[in-house]
């Protein structure tokens, strides 16, 4: 019967890297503003934000969400690091390709809505869904080699 085996300090230092990649994703230094300009806020909404910030709540919330991310992310490379033993695959290869299909089969298609039903534009999709890509891909990476 197959037994996880999850590197648990991996998985915390993965979600720290997802953290603080996504602080530097959504700055001025990379897609602060056609992110904002996706977002639809008003001028008003942007002031109100400057002035207040957002508070710990959100960041919190980010913070947890990259965590579980990075855990299921931890245990599907494990799963399949099994599935692909004696292939030739390497580790990072095998934590690589979990992370893709673990990004195009749930979140490249689910962000979809945004588009669809939200209406936002193809760029602010590209630019959430590029933050998860990268994000997810590091995640797989440090969880299928740091054993």
Do not use: R
Request: charged share 10%; net charge neutral; aromatic share 18%.
């Amino acid at each position: 019967m197959y037994e996880p085996t999850i590197n648990y300090l991996a998985v915390l230092v993965s979600a720290v890297i997802f953290f603080i990649i996504g602080g530097l994703w959504y700055s001025p230094v990379m897609f602060a503003k056609p992110w904002i300009k996706g977002m639809g806020l008003t001028d008003e909404q942007l002031k109100a934000m400057k002035d207040h910030g957002p508070g710990t709540k959100p960041f919190i919330i980010s913070f947890i969400g990259g965590l579980v991310m990075a855990f299921v992310t931890a245990h599907m490379v494990d799963f399949m690091k099994v599935v692909f033993d004696g292939s030739g695959m390497s580790n990072l290869t095998i934590g690589l390709t979990a992370a893709f299909w673990l990004w195009l089969g749930y979140i490249a298609t689910y962000s979809l809505n945004t588009v669809a039903y939200e209406d936002k534009s193809w760029q602010f999709y590209f630019i959430n869904t590029g933050y998860q890509f990268v994000g997810l891909m590091i995640m797989g990476a440090m969880n299928a080699v740091w054993i």
